[in-house]
């Protein structure tokens, strides 16, 4: 089955829909059984997608769950209420006390600090690694390294990583690979393809697509699934099935709201590349962007999110350039249908094992579904009051 054809049917079998079109929103936290063999046979299969309690899950989160493996691949996709509610999670399902995992540097910030004010607590150890080291991650595997996490591209330095051959060395090592897909939305990349064995999304960003719900997935391959699945449910990581449901009908029309996305975040790029006032364009299918080649090689599309830096500003300039946008509006979150605009002065803060090359602030972008030519009109705008700022100052 083809990718669109996939997405329109995910999790949708009769089974859970019976006989409309979308499984509906199932609530309980109760579930009562009519006689002790029905409880029985419940209480044997209670790891299966058999209604056994609320927190185990109902018909909409089992769809859910099928509609996210039927994307990503894997034998079982695990739910959470929120992206980083994901990680922690999957994380924590195979580290003790005593282990080190390698953390991507560019990583989302909220991962770093679980790392760092989590995980040290309980005695596991964080090596961050340049997200370009490719095989090069040999050199910091160590025997008791029990994980290695991917985010790729990065967190909004956007930088590509060369996931198989960090799988490649890292499952020489015996240790679970781990990749945030949540840029590629599950449809752009295909983990499991490429050596990942859970793959974790913010499912609040593409997946959901219109900025109402928080919600986390991390899907596993065959080896992995019991372990993450059991270690999840310990934690009592559950989610409301009305959000399940609004994330449902996301994925119905992910891929043509990916594709919009990718097209016109496409434009601006290279629109802003050409700008005076830009320094770099990020964008993962821009030879500019450093890791460019592994996107071309692995990636079948890209979406809305991309960064560029600019040349010049300073505080107040950078205040005239956002503070006056009409379109992009100023948010932490991206995915949505509305354009959102970001500007980082501090990278290096960000990060421990790689320097961050460029003085002047990066801005991050996400491009919704508005018509890109006001888009570009809004940012055209945002430059004539920098460099007016830059000008009233000298
Ligand atoms: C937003 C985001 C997360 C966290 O997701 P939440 O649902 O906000 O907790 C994790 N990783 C990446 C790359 C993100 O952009």
Redesign the pocket.
């Known amino acids: 089955m083809k990718k669109e054809t996939k997405l329109i049917n995910a999790g949708r079998k009769s089974q859970w829909t019976r006989g409309v079109v979308n499984p509906p929103v199932e609530r309980a936290s109760t579930v009562v059984f009519d006689s002790v063999k029905e409880m029985k046979h419940a209480t044997a299969n209670k790891t299966n997608q058999v209604l056994f309690y609320g927190r185990r899950g109902t018909s909409t989160s089992f769809a859910f769950s099928d509609a996210m493996t039927a994307l990503e691949g894997g034998a079982g996709c695990a739910i959470y209420p ?4 994901a ?1 922690t999670n999957a994380i924590l399902a195979f580290v003790k006390s005593g282990d080190h995992i390698l953390m991507v540097d560019n990583a ?1 910030e ?2 770093r600090d679980y790392c760092d004010k989590i995980l040290a607590k309980l005695g596991i150890e964080t090596s961050y690694y340049d997200p370009l080291i490719g095989a090069g991650i040999e050199a910091l595997i160590k025997p008791n390294t029990k994980v290695v996490f991917l ?1 790729s591209p990065g ?1 909004i330095t956007m930088e590509v990583q060369d996931v198989p051959a960090i799988a490649e060395v890292a499952h020489r090592h015996h240790c679970v690979v781990m990749l ?1 897909n ?2 590629s939305a599950g449809v752009n990349f295909q983990p499991f393809d490429y050596g990942v064995d859970i793959s974790i999304q ?1 499912a ?2 593409y997946i959901v697509g219109h900025s109402d719900v ?3 997935t991390a899907t596993a391959t065959k080896a992995y699934w019991p372990q993450l699945r059991e270690s999840s449910y310990i934690m009592g990581q559950c989610t409301s099935p009305d959000d399940l449901y609004l994330a449902m009908r996301g994925i119905r029309t992910l891929n043509v709201r990916l594709q919009q996305h990718q097209a016109s975040a496409l434009k601006i790029a290279h629109w802003l590349s050409t700008r005076p006032e830009v320094e770099t364009v990020l964008h993962p299918a821009l030879p500019s962007c450093p890791g460019h080649e592994f996107f071309q090689r692995d990636f079948t599309g890209a979406n809305g999110l991309f960064s560029f830096v600019l040349n010049r500003g300073n505080s107040a300039a950078i205040t005239a350039f956002l503070d006056g946008m009409s379109h992009f509006k100023m948010g932490y ?2 995915g949505g249908f509305e354009s959102l605009i970001l500007a980082i002065s501090n990278v290096n803060s960000m990060r421990s094992a790689t320097q961050w090359p460029y003085q002047h602030p990066l801005i991050r972008l996400h491009v919704g579904l508005e018509n890109v030519d006001d888009l570009i009109a809004d940012l055209e705008q945002g430059f004539a009051r920098l460099n007016q700022a830059l000008a009233a100052q000298s």
């Open positions: 929120s992206g980083t509610a990680i989302y909220p991962t985010e967190s945030d949540t840029w913010a609040t960003k928080m919600l986390g979150s991206w």
